[in-house]
């Protein structure tokens, strides 16, 4: 039976009846993985949210389905990343084909000691109901409202007039900051008049998510010039619930309609799966894409965020995963500036981190396109001899590009980092995100990333005992005006008065760590500056850095 | 064999990217004769005999009997 979709009932709100439109802090537009997800974000920072959602369910067909390990430790951090891994399929491994031929096979994280695998596969709409539902327990802070469209914004310099259809009429409210989560066709995007720069590619690709009980394992295939069906290249991945995702590359000529009969469709599922296999069709669907973003990502009092700032093709999945990095990127600075605790322009850092991701996935993609989808004689030629070398040399392996599948931006050039002036091994660096690991609580086992809970967190490593003097400083951080939180990790069994330990050695490892090392954190796990030893001088100005005070 | 067949470029996704872009605005036969001017620089970096056997053997492999 196919995925039955929710409906959500549209309630009248008390903004329709005010004489003056009311004020809020923040209007999110759009209930998508990205507006949810920032809505979450800020709820949990008892920032109180307005988010619109011009539908009354949630996203139809599977749409994005995988899933990176940074986007499930943003979840997690957002009460939802149990939840993710338990209904997703965990994978990490891919084939990639040339004819029927299998030129290698990839691991996407050949290490263990990470609470979060490479990748699950999910289908988008579980992670939006599971989003919302997160959302409803938050309905303190956040105030979700159904068939509410956004038909009008006035964008002052203090703030925003937004006018928003409903099935009762059209109303008005005032924000002081409009977050564009709308999406591709993003409505605050043509509002603004704001043009994507980038390309649009001709070939079209055909989705078939189809429903059957079938006996292979979760890896990620990949077809180059697959023999089986008349495509450039095919893609097969499995989903929760016996679903399987087919994607078929049918070039620039085909004829979208004509593809999307069912009888046509079957052909090309039973070319890939065999003859005796009688699935349901879950979802049939053509598309083309664009690699292309907006210059800027903030506007005054308008920001953008996910896809409605940018576009890449879906090879490597860094739509959907780069756009929840957007949400958790913009929530803290968000917070700060709206609480007067830092000043407007640690919104400048937004939008030059996250055009820096943009760029950086829009080139990925591009990348992939042109050795998936190759643009005359030569291009194909190279990518032949690339494919047909690699099988048996392993020189030409790395040179194949299937789609670089998505892993978090490293902000290196961040204004907000403060510069190494230690020397350091592993490959962590300022602007990176934390790293994961795993650490012994008093509690049992627990994980890095789990004891960050969106605040400023300064890791401190110690061998032995925390020296008096540094635990007099970290009381007096934690009281800051914005709060630096502790997390005193044992590198010892002997290790005293900390909370954690790291009797694996893993964290050790990882951040090259030693007795004093420390290393500052943003809200958003990512590290903005680190020492060998400890100093409370250097700690409180490289805060300042990270918060633009 | 002499000839090194493990990875050992440094940022493949943009030597590829590169690589590509190379090409572009040429006809055909320019194209051509673009790779046969980067083979034969290469090919004077190289300079030993046995490896540049190697490759031309290698390289013709898909198209011997």
């Known amino acids: 039976m196919p995925y039955e979709y929710p409906k959500f009932e549209y309630r009248r709100n008390a903004d329709q009846d005010a004489k003056v439109p009311v004020r809020h802090p923040v209007v999110i537009a759009g209930a998508g993985p990205v507006g949810l997800a920032l809505a979450v974000d800020l709820a949990l920072k008892q920032v109180p949210v307005i988010l619109l959602e011009a539908q009354d369910t949630i996203s139809v067909g599977s749409r994005a389905i995988c899933f990176a390990k940074r986007t499930l430790e943003v979840c997690e951090r957002l ?32 290490e263990e000691g990470h609470q979060f695998p490479a990748f699950i596969n999910l289908q988008q709409y579980y992670l939006e109901l599971y989003a919302i539902e997160r959302a409803q327990e938050l309905r303190e802070f956040i105030d979700l409202r159904w068939c509410s469209e956004l038909q009008a914004i006035d964008s002052g310099e203090n703030g925003v007039r937004l006018t928003v259809g409903t099935p009762d009429g059209a109303y008005q409210l005032d924000c ?3 977050i564009a989560a709308d999406g591709a066709r993003s409505f605050c995007r043509k509002s603004l008049g704001l043009e994507f720069e980038g390309r649009t590619f001709d070939d079209q690709f055909l989705i078939a998510d189809i429903k059957t009980k079938a006996d292979m394992p979760p890896v990620r295939r990949f077809w ?15 989903q929760p619930d016996d679903v399987w995702r087919l994607d078929f590359q049918i070039g620039p000529e085909a004829d979208a309609a004509e593809e999307m009969q069912i009888e046509n469709v079957m052909r090309r599922v039973r070319g890939m799966l065999g003859n005796e296999i009688e699935p349901d069709l879950e979802w049939i669907s053509v598309y083309r894409f664009q690699s292309r973003c907006i210059r800027n990502f903030v506007h005054g009092r308008v920001i953008f965020t996910g896809d409605a700032a940018h576009q890449v093709s879906p090879f490597g999945a860094r739509g959907a995963n780069s756009g929840i990095q957007d949400a958790e990127n913009l929530a803290w600075k968000l917070q700060l500036v709206l609480k007067e605790l830092a000043p407007e322009s640690l919104l400048d850092s937004y939008n030059a ?28 030629a190279y990518r032949n001899a690339v494919l047909s070398l690699a099988k048996q040399y392993k020189f030409a392996r790395p040179l194949i590009n299937s789609g670089r599948l998505s892993t978090p931006t490293i902000h290196r050039e961040s204004m907000l980092n403060t510069a190494d002036v230690d020397s350091w091994s592993g490959k962590l660096m300022p602007g990176a995100p934390a790293a994961d690991a795993p650490l012994q609580s008093p509690e049992g086992e627990s994980w890095l990333l789990s004891q960050l809970k969106g605040e400023f967190t300064l890791l401190y490593f110690t061998e032995d005992a925390v020296p008096e003097l540094v635990e007099a400083e970290l009381r007096s951080l934690s009281k800051n005006l ?29 951040y090259d760590a030693r007795n004093g090392t420390t290393y500052l954190l943003r809200p958003d796990q990512h590290i903005c500056a680190r020492w060998k030893t400890f100093s409370l001088d250097e700690i409180r100005s490289a805060l300042n850095t990270a918060t633009c005070n | 064999m002499k000839l090194n067949l493990e990875p050992k470029i440094e940022d493949p996704d943009g030597f590829y990217n590169q690589l590509i872009r190379l090409h572009d605005g040429l006809s055909e036969a320019q194209s051509l004769e673009l790779q046969s001017r980067m083979i034969l620089l290469l090919a004077n970096h190289i300079g030993d005999s046995e490896v540049l056997s190697e490759v031309m053997r290698i390289a013709r492999e898909p198209f011997t009997e």
């Open chain 1, 176 to 178: 002081d900051w409009l």
């Open chain 1, 353 to 380: 981190e996250r055009t820096y991701a943009a760029e950086e996935n829009i080139r990925h993609s591009t990348q992939s396109t042109d050795f998936i989808a190759p643009k005359g004689v030569i291009s194909l």
């Open chain 1, 482 to 510: 914005v709060p630096v939180k502790p997390l005193l990790i044992g590198l010892k069994p002997e290790s005293q008065g900390v909370s954690v330990f790291d009797l694996q050695g893993l964290a050790a490892l990882r």
């Open chain 1, 224 to 238: 180059f010039a697959p023999t089986f069906t008349d495509a450039d290249s095919a893609l097969l991945h499995m």
């Open chain 1, 79 to 110: 009460g939802l990343g149990r939840r993710l891994l338990e209904k997703g399929v965990t994978w990490k491994k891919g084939v990639v084909f040339f004819g029927d031929d299998e030129v290698f096979e990839f691991d996407l994280l050949p």
